[in-house]
């Protein structure tokens, strides 16, 4: 591994820079709904740059509007890259503003690359012998690297010195050029050598040299004996014009004009006045107190001032991110345990220890299959091990017996009293219950920690939190087991490797809850959705998991076969209003007969400006016309066949002849469960396919599937929520909402209420839930914008209380950036300030449709818990939690004590929250899924 040059110059390639902060920071905006996010994470990471170099002046070069001498070269130059998006336009100037204010030498030159001015600069400095470090994301500056030129990867933070190129590549920088120009570049449009990628560039290189002497000795190349080698000669010969203009534009620019040589490239002085006009105007709030102290400059960031983030005002929690810190991390300490001494010594310090940090390394992501290959532990931030209990290639000495280990872990594993963190610690949880260990103590968990602590601010696994709250980069899993096919498992990984990964695991587990409860346990709401709601739920998914559903294969696979003699069916109908034979799968051609052929019109276009064929687009036109009806049918059922009739057969465990699905906390914004492996929640139910399906889900010998649902539960909901009198009393009188709701709109009553009045109030309901316009109305309802429009505003009229919680419920989401659930799970909302429009409209009508949808998620994971803590009360398997799907719990009794149960459940989902209007949970039963819904 190439070490750090001893204070470099440092040549951040800002461009880079810019676009890396653009897609991986928070929706920031500020006070007036303009774009910051990319402002903030290039700020950021210059911040952290200068913090990790302290003594280095650092230099910012980014592209200039307009064409380069390549545009000239070259027509099609870059044509196929999409213009700069215009929430990402407006934030240039606003940053390089601030990076001159801070004190950055910055280059900004027409004509030419920033990988041209990086280029010039680094090689006038290597000239001088200044150790020069480029901070870039691009591979295409691997050409500069030399004996005093490095690149550090903004992304890994990998330092790469000449020899760092030539293991990764396979050759030295000299030949980088040569590379690229074989391969091409799609993103910059550089055309290459057609059939040439990654592995046929490097044989190439390594066996014959570069473009020149390749085309010096084609004849040669046939004998390199790599895949397609006898026919690339030929290639390269054809393309011999394209091989060395693609060399011509990958050549960075050695030469340019500039208006500073590397030396007088010195950090400068801040202006902190400027910065606090800046920093005002952006929100960025506690920069802005470093700023309003004088401390806001380079060299008060390299002298320690703390890194810092915007409290901007569409995501106060997102803006905190930056606001955790963590020690550098030092793996060489951690420990590798081997010897039943150490083993014994280290169980000493779990029983003392307040909370551990706890890890388990598997063969397998499958949780009914996974085999212990080791454990990892920390009890203090950087004091942390690892014990490998069954690797292939140790010799039984040097490593402690799986089982012994077991054993001996069994009772700290099982002490509810013995606290423990970990990171989906459900997934461990499983997997020791295979080794007949029931996990308690299991405390907290890192991912519902950050998911609690701000659902939208990105993903929830552990190397995306750790970049995000220590600004660590964690060991990645393809680093030590590399990719693809050829993947290794854990039980194959050496121990060198696999100790500190295992460990670093454990170890930064330990760091992140630490960082996180802080946050969470100074707000009560947060803390009670974290500890009353998600932790609890935590052993309940792991015991629904592990018990799986039983499903008849048999009955799937006769399912199948009649779904394929209906999608054959479909498809010749199809052909038929299409005149003509083509894909279906295929947007380009259902594009070609839809928009260009049939002359239907263009609902909503793609990025790339083509016609969108989605599913939303075929919706629309399928009203009018019957070629998008019969397509979407077609869509349907096939994707019904691949997702559930052919593949749940094959995902049945062969040891407990059941299905096992994974849920997942943290995925949705709302708070609502997801599955997936399979994924139960998507099983339609409105169509007769769908319905067959769950026919499918059956009840064993002696048994009977029980389901419970809540009664229109978002609208019971909005009704507390909303408070309106006239939408509670109905409730409270158990009127039909539906109706109640017709005769109110209508003016007419209840008992004169017709089924298509019903309809229409149904669609109104629950459109108004989810924001519906009535326009949107009126597309459902097949009727007149005109007479949509009077239908809700005689609504609101009637229910003047639910207009009220709307209009509310928008300015506090446009003033706080979030909203809450009746029980105070927080739900952020980014776009709520958005200068883009319908982004704007979108986050408007998520603000009122989350307190609803995560107020149901709530309840449901309440009663999830009640049910299952009742259930633990029972004799064993009298009654079983097998699925929970969206508002449903289902459930497998034994038939002889069904009556009893089902009161139970009623009872105890029904006492899950104490709303304004009754909570109601209806029961069904039978020998499958379908008969019991």
Aim: net charge negative.
């Amino acid at each position: 591994m190439a070490m750090n040059p001893e204070n470099p110059l440092i040549l951040v390639d800002g461009s880079s820079y810019l676009y890396r902060a653009y897609h991986a920071s928070p929706n920031l905006t500020n006070a007036k709904g303009e774009p910051t996010g990319a402002v903030y994470g290039v700020v950021n990471m210059l911040r952290s740059l200068v913090k990790q170099y302290p003594k280095s002046n650092v230099a910012v070069i980014f592209d200039a509007k307009g064409k380069t001498f390549r545009d000239d070269m070259y027509s099609e130059y870059k044509a196929n890259r999409p213009p700069m998006p215009d929430d990402l336009r407006g934030q240039i100037a606003p940053l390089h503003a601030i990076i001159e204010a801070m004190g950055f030498p910055m280059m900004v030159i027409e004509g030419v690359e920033a990988d041209d001015v990086i280029g010039t600069l680094a090689t006038q400095g290597s000239a001088a012998g200044m150790p020069i470090l480029i901070s870039t994301g691009d591979k295409d500056m691997a050409q500069l690297v030399d004996e005093n030129v490095t690149l550090i990867n903004t992304m890994t933070n990998v330092i790469m010195d000449p020899q760092g190129v030539h293991d990764k590549y396979g050759f030295g920088p000299e030949h980088i050029i040569d590379y690229l120009a074989l391969m091409g570049d799609k993103v910059d449009n550089i055309p290459g050598v057609p059939g040439v990628g990654e592995k046929t560039a490097t044989a190439l290189i390594a066996g014959i040299g570069g473009l020149s002497k390749l085309y010096d000795n084609l004849d040669q190349i046939a004998g390199l004996g790599f895949r397609g080698s006898k026919t690339m000669a030929k290639k390269l010969e054809d393309n011999r014009e394209n091989a060395y203009l693609s060399y011509e534009l990958a050549t960075i620019k050695l030469d340019c004009e500039l208006p500073a040589r590397p030396e007088e490239l010195i950090n400068g002085a801040a202006d902190n006045e400027k910065l606090v006009t800046l920093f005002t105007e952006l929100n960025f709030k506690r920069w802005l107190a470093e700023a309003q102290s004088g401390n806001a400059g380079i060299d008060s960031v390299a002298a320690g001032a703390s890194s810092s983030a915007p409290a901007g005002t569409s995501s106060t929690a997102a803006a905190k991110d930056a606001e955790f810190s963590a020690a550098a991390i030092d793996r060489s300490q951690y420990d590798t345990v081997l010897t039943e001494e150490a083993f014994h010594a280290w169980m000493e310090k779990l029983r003392a220890a307040d909370v551990v940090a706890f890890d388990t390394e598997t063969d397998s992501l499958n949780y009914m299959e996974a085999n212990l290959v080791g454990l990892s532990f920390a009890i203090a931030p950087g004091e942390a091990a690892y014990v490998p209990v069954a690797h292939d290639y140790l010799d039984a000495p040097k490593q402690l017996d799986r089982d012994w280990v077991i054993a001996e872990m069994k009772g700290w594993l099982e002490d509810a009293g013995a606290l423990k963190v970990g990171q989906n610690l459900k997934y461990d949880a499983s997997v020791l219950a295979r080794y007949d260990i029931n996990m308690k103590g299991i405390a907290f968990d890192t991912m519902l920690e950050s998911y609690v602590y701000n659902s939208v601010a990105g993903r929830h696994d552990m190397d995306s939190l750790a970049t995000r709250y220590l600004q660590h980069k964690c060991i990645s899993f393809e680093e030590i087991a590399g990719k693809g096919k050829k993947q290794l498992t854990f039980n194959q990984i050496e121990l060198e490797q696999a100790a500190p990964y295992a460990a670093e695991d454990a170890d930064v587990t330990l760091r992140l809850h630490l960082a996180l409860m802080g946050h969470i346990n100074s707000d009560d709401k947060l803390k009670a959705i974290f500890e009353q709601y998600e932790m609890p739920l935590v052993p309940v998914l792991s015991r629904i998991e592990r018990h799986g559903v039983l499903i008849d294969s048999d009955m799937l696979g006769k399912q199948s076969q009649e779904i394929a003699a209906r999608l054959d069916v479909l498809e010749k109908e199809t052909f038929e209003l299409a005149g003509e034979e083509f894909n279906l799968s295929s947007p380009k051609q259902l594009q070609a007969i839809l928009f260009e052929k049939m002359g239907l019109p263009v609902i909503k276009k793609t990025p790339s400006g083509t016609p969108s064929t989605n599913e939303e687009v075929l919706q629309e036109l399928a009203l009018d016309y019957p070629l998008p009806k019969r397509i979407l049918e077609y869509r349907g059922l096939a994707k019904l066949k691949s997702t559930y009739t052919d593949k749940l057969p094959k995902m049945v465990n062969p040891a407990t002849k059941r299905v096992h699905t994974s849920y997942h906390q943290a995925v949705t914004v709302t708070g609502r469960l997801s599955s997936t492996d399979p994924n139960l929640q998507n099983i339609p139910i409105r169509n007769e396919e769908g319905r067959r399906i769950r026919q499918a889900f059956i009840a064993p010998a002696g048994k009977t599937i029980l389901a419970v649902d809540y009664s229109q539960i978002e609208l019971r909901i909005m009704a507390h929520l909303s408070g309106d009198e006239a939408l509670i009393d109905a409730f409270r009188h158990g009127k039909d909402i539906h109706s109640a709701t017709a005769a109110e709109v209508m003016g007419i009553d209840i008992s004169d209420v017709t089924s298509e009045m019903r309809r229409r109030a149904k669609a109104i309901n629950f459109g108004l839930i989810y924001g519906m316009s009535a326009f949107g109305l009126a597309k459902q309802l097949g009727i007149p914008r005109g007479e949509a429009q009077q239908y809700m505003e005689r609504y609101f009229e009637r229910y003047p209380g639910v207009k009220q919680y709307m209009e509310i419920t928008r300015l506090q989401a446009a003033e706080q950036g979030y909203v809450e659930t009746i029980f105070g799970r927080r739900l952020h909302l980014p776009e709520i300030k958005s200068s883009n429009g319908m982004r704007r409209k979108a986050a408007e009508r998520a603000a009122i449709n989350a307190p609803m949808q995560g107020t149901a998620a709530d309840i449901i994971k309440r009663a999830m818990i009640f049910v299952d803590g009742w259930i633990q009360q029972q004799p064993e398997g009298r009654v079983s939690l097998i699925m929970q799907v969206h508002d449903e719990l289902v459930l497998e009794v034994d038939t002889e004590h069904l009556s009893e149960v089902e009161a139970m459940v009623c009872r105890l989902m029904e006492s899950a929250a104490m709303l304004e209007v009754p909570l109601i949970a209806e029961s069904g039963s039978g020998i499958n899924w379908d008969q019991a819904h």
